[in-house]
């Protein structure tokens, strides 16, 4: 779900230099079981990442493969726990959840309370209905125009930063942000023409445009430069090195790459896990 831009990684180490500095630390630190289930918070509304199959109404997703794989590699389980976007930092910090793995953006403010093991590239992608793809040849067509994105991410803001820049500052009018509740609801907005343009994930905008063929147009190219994260409490250092050390081993054995290409994630996928070494 999303972020402010990334200008830069000053604040993330790659896992091999990481490793050696937390791995000690966290074995003195465990609070939870070896071999215990791992329980991890989910918002079930942001395909391909974690949604309900139409079908089974199972959960189903990237994150979701992801999940199961990362904890078989730990050699335990994974429990699922539904919950709203808003709560799942709470549920973290209370223990409710042992972990955040639900398309979570990592964010400078969020790494106060959480740690994030970052495992895919994101950014916001602006996309319009098809039918009125003569309208927006390029980026700079949709100055002036209303545009909304979910109020839970950071998608708002970044549109207001692009508006500012491009739109602004080149003395066109700038684009009339409008917050929505949540993705799914932009889409319908966008439908019912009460917005000219929507913004997401880019990394979801394959399967959305696979579920809705000939409905949507991409305009231009992701706009800002974001990494998604698994987000783990920053008091449990054991169990982030735990599914980092796991996460590296998916990597490397070829079981990411594999669950990122069924899920048409491949251009997202990165080469090496990062992470979050702010403290």
Do not use: H
């Not at 904890?71 to 709203?84: C, H, L, M, V």
């Not at 090496?272 to 070494?277: G, R, V, W």
């Amino acid at each position: 779900m999303s972020s402010s831009s990334i200008t830069g990684v000053t604040r993330l180490t790659l896992l091999a230099a990481a490793l050696a500095v937390v791995l000690p630390v966290a074995q003195a630190q465990t609070a939870r079981a070896k071999g215990a289930p791992i329980t991890a918070a989910v918002v079930a509304n942001y395909p391909p990442m974690e949604f309900k199959d139409p079908a089974t109404g199972k959960l189903t997703g990237f994150d979701i493969d992801l999940g199961e794989a990362l904890a078989a590699k730990a050699g335990t389980t994974i429990k699922w726990e539904e919950t709203s976007f808003d709560q799942m930092m709470s549920s973290l910090a209370t223990g409710r959840v042992d972990i955040i793995l639900s398309g979570m953006t990592d964010l400078p403010a969020r790494r106060e309370a959480v740690r994030f093991i970052d495992y895919l590239k994101t950014g916001p992608q602006f996309y319009v209905m098809k039918d009125r793809a003569a309208e927006f040849a390029s980026m700079a067509a949709l100055c002036g125009k209303k545009v909304g994105a979910s109020r839970r991410t950071s998608f708002p803001v970044e549109i207001g930063k692009w508006s500012d820049e491009q739109c602004v500052k080149t003395g066109k009018p700038a684009i009339a942000v409008i917050g929505t509740d949540g993705s799914a609801d932009a889409r319908t907005q966008l439908r019912q023409g009460r917005l000219d343009a929507a913004v997401q994930g880019g990394e979801t905008m394959p399967y959305i445009m696979g579920q809705e063929p000939n409905a949507y147009m991409t305009v231009g190219k992701t706009f800002a430069f974001q990494y998604v994260g698994l987000a783990t409490n920053r008091k449990d250092d054991a169990l982030g090195a735990e599914l980092a050390g796991a996460m590296t081993k998916l990597i490397a054995d070829g079981t990411y790459a594999k669950i990122a290409a069924k899920w048409g994630l491949s251009d997202y996928a990165v080469p090496k896990l990062i992470l979050d070494s702010a403290d």
